[in-house]
């Protein structure tokens, strides 16, 4: 059990690193690419350690340009100076070589639409994807029966859609 706490503040510390070098916010999804590229870590524990990041105030949430990017807080990088040397060499020197020579990868946008079509007098169909560097991550339609909840969907599914991802994919795995 030690060694899985060990492997987890690594993990973590590693997400700290990448925010460090990169040298910008980024969302969640391009943290993820990044480590996911480089390391045999999923894309589920990436966001439970970001959330625990963010809930231990290692991370801080900015809204930028109508999106949600992770930025480093003041204790994240004082955490990271102090504990960078846990982080084994080749992962830092790997880690690096892939923010040079991947730099205009990591910044592809991530595309959330969310769009419905009116099918009958009461009826709405709904069609609500997440696409990462021009693959359909998840794709979801569904009916509604008012305008207004079909626009309530839709405007959650945008605001939510990391969450909502996350929490399929939970329970589907």
């Known amino acids: 059990m030690l060694f899985n706490s060990e492997q987890q503040a690594e993990d973590k510390l590693i997400i700290l690193y990448v925010l460090k070098k990169i040298k910008t916010s980024l969302t969640r999804e391009q943290v993820a690419l990044i480590v996911i590229e480089n390391l045999q870590i999923s894309y589920f524990d990436i966001q439970l350690y970001i959330d625990d990041l963010i809930k231990d105030e290692f991370l801080s949430v900015l809204d930028y340009d109508g999106k949600s990017v992770l930025t480093l807080s003041s204790m994240g990088k004082e955490t990271l100076n102090v504990f960078q040397n846990r982080i084994p060499a080749y992962i830092t020197d790997m880690i690096d070589l892939y923010l040079n020579e991947n730099r205009e990868k990591i910044f592809k946008e991530v595309k959330v639409t969310a769009n419905y079509q009116k099918l009958g007098a009461t009826d709405y169909l709904i069609e609500l994807k997440l696409h990462e560097n021009n693959i359909v ?37």
């Open 137 to 173: 991550l998840m794709e979801i339609s569904l009916n509604a029966p008012t305008l207004k909840l079909a626009l309530d969907i839709c405007k959650r599914w945008k605001e939510n859609t990391q969450e909502l991802y996350s929490s399929v994919l939970n329970v589907l795995t």
